[in-house]
């Protein structure tokens, strides 16, 4: 019994391996990061947003139901199952993306890589989360959406400049090659189930199963409700900094190896300075968090739009970077605190069902509004989308460390919550 023990040292073995194979997740959509809409202009010759960036629709719709899909199968498949299934639609995209005759060949590439997404991605959460207990919930998460993102950025950099020296394709996706047979062969034959870990934990959980998991996730709870649409709104406007920063950049005489260096520092920042954020979910409560880290993203945003120089986008990347890794570990943690082990995957599923919804929203919406009026158009309405984000966090939601602290309590943990 002692091996199902809950606890990131009792398991830091696991841990660890399911942090590596996050990033080599993270590292696949950072392949497209600042190459995909400039190959969409030079070599698709698609010159209206709608169309360049259907390939951020197709790929949020993906990952948005193959999310729900792990989330609602996750008992019944097996969470390691499905983490290796991931892997296996990822092998054919970086081929794609290096070969594809037509852009429709780049949208088949993006369904698969949004499959992959969503199943991989999802499983680590997960399983981290199934790993940790309550204790550490919140640090977890900071170190699985750390590795990934910093992937994103790190190989967003890598391929700009790879792009740069060597042009577009096929060098770029080399990259991908080595990601996706590593994460396969890892995945398979050295990850174990967290299954049992999830029984374990039902036998001292105080919290009660919703019952309506999907209905009570989207918006019936307050918490978990006030949560999904703030993750929803988080990842609009991060479909948007994918497809349209790169495009104003562009407009502003940036060069391919400039635009690469500015679309990394967002996801760099993001990614690493969660290592730190993660922990402050344990230990601050979650709501002003979620708020202010929104609220941030949403005044970066509106900063975009009157930037100029390549120092003011930097400087306006590293915030925006800030103000999303200090809500996106609280988003999951607070998603656990609020659900009962035997839910907690469905429910997550569901929440990243609807936040990755929000990829496909925000390339589509403004996609629509830089069409008919301007990109600084697009970026002013999905940053005061953002900022209105915050404020229904700060009207609905109640205090978030309620279900931690007595789950703790009684368990054992008086110490620690006194």
Known sequence: MSNLEQGLRKNWKQFTLLVIING??????????????????????LAVKTALLSFIVVFGITKALSNYFAGAFANKIGRKNLLVIGWVFALPVPIILMHAPSWNWIIGANVLLGINQGLSWSSTVVMKIDLVGNKNRGLAMGINESAGYVAVGLTALFTGLIAARYGLRPYPFYLGIGFSILGLVSSWLLVKDTAAHVVSEQITSSLKPMGNVFASTTWKHPNLGSITQAGLTNNLNDGMIWGILPLLLASKGFSIAEIGS???????????????????????????????????????????????????????????????????????????DNTHPSERANSIGVFRLWRDLGYAFGAAITGIIADQFSLQAALGSVGLLTVLSALILAKRMTPMNEPLAKEAKTSGSNKRNE
């Not at 929104?294 to 390549?310: C, E, P, T």
């Open 24 to 45: 080599f997740v993270g590292g696949m959509v950072g392949l497209e990061r600042s190459i995909l809409p400039e190959l969409a202009k030079t070599e698709f010759d």
């Open 262 to 336: 500015i679309a990394a520092i967002y996801p760099l920042v993001w990614g690493l300075s969660q290592l730190l954020t993660g922990k402050l979910g344990d230990l601050f409560p979650k709501k002003p968090l979620l708020f202010y880290g929104m609220l941030i993203q949403g005044l970066s945003i509106l900063g975009l739009v009157y930037a100029d120089s390549h120092l003011s986008f930097v400087l306006l990347s590293v915030l925006l970077g800030l103000g999303t890794a200090v809500v996106y570990p609280t988003f999951l943690a607070a998603i656990a």
